[in-house]
């Protein structure tokens, strides 16, 4: 879990179920299938997953890149960020070093 702080305002992120990526996918709103066209319903729709709807009715009156920035969030707790990965990758030669 995440947080982020928008217009003085702290909102606490989770991470997708798996469930819930699959009928995103099903919906059109996949990560790999996110359009400008579609963005406002594909945020609407994470957004009803994540956040209650008093969260909701307050996003609303936010302005979009405020918005936009709740919505990334959702999508690095839930597929990761490219700074997160490149803290991820292996350090050194790869070897191990034996235990004794």
């Not at 699959?22 to 790999?32: H, N, P, T």
């Not at 997160?84 to 070897?95: D, F, H, P, V």
């Amino acid at each position: 879990m995440r947080e982020i702080k928008v217009v003085g305002r702290t909102f606490k992120i989770r991470s997708l179920t798996y469930g819930e990526t699959k009928e995103l996918r099903k919906q059109g709103y996949g990560a790999a299938e996110l359009k400008r066209e579609t963005a406002d319903a594909a945020m609407d729709a994470y957004f009803r997953l994540v956040f209650t709807q008093e969260e909701i009715g307050r996003i609303e009156t936010y302005d979009h890149l405020d918005a936009v920035e709740l919505f990334k969030g959702i999508m690095a707790e839930t597929y990761g960020s490219r700074d997160e990965e490149k803290n991820l990758s292996a350090s050194g030669n790869g070897s191990q070093t034996p235990s004794e």
